[in-house]
């Protein structure tokens, strides 16, 4: 049995390790086009900004020791130019010598990968990106050399933060340009606003709604299409990727919709000794739709299926849920799932809840709000997805929610589980569980209302404390204290209320109240921490006193 | 409807507020002998050593602020002295001002938690015990009038580990006597021995295997059965809690064989009008047994099923993980499910891998070793049980396998779970994926040994490199590095052997290589790492260079 396996970092050495594991007689090529396998490309961005200070602390292997401990056979600096489906041969180009040979398999595994997009706009030649180890290179040996002090970064997607967050800690002030009307897509608005919050804090210039037009005098000025020009001594492009295909589609593989190779479950392509991995194929998300996931998780954990099945085991691949996180500054941020946006699309009936909890036992020094959002399905309470904003603790309650999902938790269940609880990590109900209160409450019938549906027609009713209220309220909103309530609820005009609170949950208590005292009355979820960051032009100005 | 309720902390205030927010118009009055009500227990430790500066923070609730937002009628300082089911009376006392009354019941709510054991031993009187605000006063008042140099405590468990760190935080210098072979007992012995390395690191003098004798000189000399004696001049007593049945025994309750209320699993006791909840009822754990789980999360929770209940609505209580998480100084100590003796005792055919993983990606900074072990049947592959120890991440891999357990996903499926991953948060492939990858190759027969199961017999096999082996093996192990086993294997003496790595990876990798190659070969699970805490008698002692 012989495997080539094409690509040699995430998904293509997790596969060709996996193979030698299984089984010691194998004939294992990978084939690298560039000068490093096995490289940590996730780890690119921090060497830049210096918390990874050594180089080699990114190169997790070479041709070298994968050899001495794998027996595997690696050519770096050789591309693959073909592929012969038919006669199951791979055209091969040695970079160096610029020989071209061809290598026969009884399995391919194509691993290439995504490339950075780069529209053809003018100038574009100027703006460097990332993806591999020389393109790091070069982005510090311009800095080095340039002695660069503004930086213009432009996408406001995972890579594009990472990168305006490293460039800030060495020492530049920087641009970040995202067309669309906020950062990290996967979030949804309103959680997007709290990092857009953090970037602007930090010292970063965020142009949301605009987009490169070009780049101009010899890449030192970037022309937005809303004309705006930003003298730039480093034009970083991280638009997001496109999955590297020429190779499968140059050999007849079916490719899909969004442009990635298209795959069984067992993550064969349309030829059945073809197998493919990472970034360059469609995954299918939670809602059945096809998609580009482009993640080291799946990379890794797909590369040891393909190994598996290779070797005679079954396997299958289902859905994806897209778990991504990324530290912004002092925030991780945090989704599992669907967002609004896809459930919308998918035409799903979901339903969301909202809190701003406190990371561990507020009476325990370093607590830290954390903003979590949960969408579920209003019937069958089946989870889709949630994210998570903060300081502490954004990562585990992801990884629970993502597992509880897997495991076919439903919404209000996540009440029930037994999460580890002293006061330096949680409280004894943790946020998770919370969510699981919240959703049970809205399942049972208890209306809430999202800060986007907010009926300005209706009764505003803010039952914090009046400091809190003068502090800034909802436009229009009446103050009536919460432990007020009971006694002055006659004092309400007639009519449908909208009640809330900080971040929800004295909303909750007053809408249970009201409701019992004959009210027709509805929360606000997330209280006005949330509709504040959605709308922030519907409320009052701060009152400075 | 009129509720009584006795206990106003944690399982009764839950019960109390839900209770008002699903029914305005119930008569709801809440009995408490103590000075305060909803105080953070948890929190008492850390006032002590300082880490919580204000007294305040501990004091969450008042009788009055529960008054003005839940109409809660709350009698602190007043004792149940006596419950009358068949009257549905309870009989009070005012303990300020002595008088004695009945109050009467439609549903009676126990939450009366537990209280310190104290054994009958001579000078017991001299020691302190903490579980509520007056026993913490207690101490600091002792601490700051005898400026206490020295302290010891008795019993290593939570709160006993917890005391003694706080107290080194004062500047104190503590003993710990733990009577059994190791600390904590929910933890097996060689993961307890990495708690026990850190609490000596930290200048605690351990005593294990050594119980109170008797308390001498005026509370100033601790005897221990060994005979050693230890200068005091604070004693903290630590050993456990029972829980206070003493008005439920009365009132001619059903209690279980542990010593605590039972319970149907609608958290109604014998008498259907009257519920128990908290640390003094008997719980149900995963192996089926009733034990006593002494948590603030199941107190919280089953405080709000009850009211739920109460209010018409169907709950069932199932079996309970005991998910339990406790911080020891740099450490963080983490559990749920099962443990190896549980396991043995409950007769179930059980699994173990352990694995010491990076809490982060290892090139990203900060990354800390994580311990991690998991029990699971080696049949139906159900998860019993884990614990975690490290620096970093403990609480988000029990969470994650908590949720799992809850979920019915099987031990190799953790290897599914797809978690959140940029390099400060964790791996491509997270420790509990690692976890799921070592049971799929466990459960597909490929044989691993667990420390304590290491045959002398066999030939032991060190693949780590030379250096590795020099500063500690295993008595009696043969060295021939991973790297150099393809060539080398020919050098292997014939018979069974057992190969080890520093934690099971290389090891690994050396099974699945000699087992092509025609050896007989088990991996050590888990290394040497493993191997040296549960049996530190059995390595070579570190060469000195
Ligand atoms: C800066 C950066 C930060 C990231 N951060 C994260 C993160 O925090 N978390 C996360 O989950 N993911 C992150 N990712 C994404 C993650 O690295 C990828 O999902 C993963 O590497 C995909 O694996 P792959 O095997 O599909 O492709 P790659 O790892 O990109 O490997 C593909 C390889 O194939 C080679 N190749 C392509 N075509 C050919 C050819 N014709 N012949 C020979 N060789 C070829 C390429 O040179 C490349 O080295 C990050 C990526 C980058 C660039
Ligand atoms: C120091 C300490 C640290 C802890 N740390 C943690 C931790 O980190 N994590 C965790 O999960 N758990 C922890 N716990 C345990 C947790 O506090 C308990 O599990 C929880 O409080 C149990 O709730 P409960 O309602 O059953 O009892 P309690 O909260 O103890 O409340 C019972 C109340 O009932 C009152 N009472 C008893 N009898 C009568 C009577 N006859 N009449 C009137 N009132 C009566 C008592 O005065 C007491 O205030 C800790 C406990 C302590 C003491
Ligand atoms: C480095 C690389 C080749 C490693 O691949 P790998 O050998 O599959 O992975 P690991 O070294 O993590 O080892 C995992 C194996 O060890 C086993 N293992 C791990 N810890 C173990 C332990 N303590 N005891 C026993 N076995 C253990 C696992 O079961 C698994 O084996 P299996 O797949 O046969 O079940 C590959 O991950 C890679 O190229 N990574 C860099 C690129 C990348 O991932 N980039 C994106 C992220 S920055
Ligand atoms: C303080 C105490 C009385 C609080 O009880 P509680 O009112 O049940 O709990 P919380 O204040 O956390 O509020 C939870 C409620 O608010 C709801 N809620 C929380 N956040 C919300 C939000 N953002 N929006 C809407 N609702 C929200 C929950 O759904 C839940 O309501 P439900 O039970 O009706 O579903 C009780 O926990 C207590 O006495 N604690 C101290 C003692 C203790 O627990 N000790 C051990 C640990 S130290």
Not at 43 to 54: A, D, N, R
Not at 468 to 495: C, D, F, M, V, W
Request: charged share 25%.
């Amino acid at each position: 049995m012989k495997v080539l396996i094409i690509g040699g970092v995430a998904g293509g050495m997790s596969a060709a390790t996996r193979l030698r594991r299984l089984n010691e007689k194998a004939e294992v090529v990978v084939i690298e086009r560039g000068p490093h396998v096995s490289f940590a490309n996730c780890g690119l961005p921090y060497h830049i900004g210096g918390t990874i200070e050594e180089r080699e602390k990114l190169l997790l292997q070479t041709p070298e020791s994968l050899h001495a401990r794998f027996n595997l056979d690696v050519r770096i600096q050789t591309e693959a130019l073909k592929v012969n489906p038919e006669e199951h041969i791979v055209v091969l180009k040695d970079l160096r010598s610029g020989k071209t040979y061809e290598e026969k398999y009884d399995r391919l595994i194509l691993s290439p990968g995504a490339s950075p997009i780069r529209p053809p706009l003018p100038g574009i030649e100027h703006a460097l990106t990332l993806r591999n180890i020389p393109d790091m290179d070069r982005i510090n040996r311009h800095l080095e050399n340039s002695r660069a002090e503004q930086a213009v970064v432009i996408g406001g997607g995972f890579i594009g933060l990472e990168m305006a967050e490293n460039l800030v800690h060495r020492g530049l002030k920087v641009h970040v340009v995202e067309a669309g009307p906020q950062v990290l897509a996967p979030l949804d608005p309103e959680m997007a606003a709290l990092v857009q919050k953090e970037v602007v804090k930090q010292g970063i210039k965020l142009h949301l709604m605009d987009a490169l037009h070009s780049i101009e005098d010899q890449g030192k000025r970037v022309v937005l299409k809303s004309g705006e020009t930003i003298p730039a001594d480093l034009i970083i492009l991280a638009i997001g990727v496109k999955p590297e295909v020429a190779l499968a589609k140059d050999a007849g593989l079916k490719l899909g919709e969004r442009g990635g190779i298209l795959e069984s479950d067992t993550l064969q392509t349309s030829d059945p000794d073809i197998y493919a991995v990472g970034d360059a194929i469609e995954k299918i998300n939670l809602a059945g739709e096809a998609g580009l996931i482009p993640l080291a998780w799946s990379a890794n954990r797909q590369g040891r299926l393909i190994a598996d099945h290779i070797s005679g085991r079954t396997i299958h691949v289902g859905h994806q849920l897209g778990t991504a996180i990324v530290k912004v500054f002092d925030l991780t941020v945090a989704t599992t799932g669907l967002n609004e946006k896809q459930l919308q699309k998918s035409g799903r009936p979901f339903a969301v809840v909202h809190t701003h909890a406190s990371s561990h036992a507020s009476y325990y020094p370093g607590a830290e709000t954390l903003s979590l959002k949960l969408l579920f399905n209003r019937t069958t309470r089946e989870i889709y997805g949630a994210q998570a904003i903060g300081k502490e603790g954004a990562d585990k309650r992801i990884d629970v929610i993502a597992t509880a999902i897997r495991g076919g938790i439903l919404a209000d269940e996540l009440s029930d589980l037994e999460l580890a609880y002293a006061p330096p990590y949680s409280s004894a109900k943790d946020p998770v569980n919370m969510l699981g209160y919240m959703a049970e409450n809205l399942l049972e019938g208890l209306p809430t209302v999202q800060w986007h549906e907010v009926n300005p027609e209706d009764i505003l009713l803010d039952v914090r404390d009046p400091h809190e209220y003068t502090r800034g309220h909802l436009r229009g909103a009446i103050n009536i204290p919460l432990n007020q309530l009971r006694s002055r609820h006659q004092e309400l005009p007639a009519g449908p209320i909208t009640a809330y609170c900080q971040v929800g949950l004295r909303g909750y208590l007053a809408t249970r109240l009201l409701r019992q005292l004959g009210h027709e009355v509805r929360n606000l979820d997330g209280g006005y921490t949330t509709f504040k960051l959605g709308r922030p032009d519907q409320v009052t100005e701060p009152v400075k006193s």
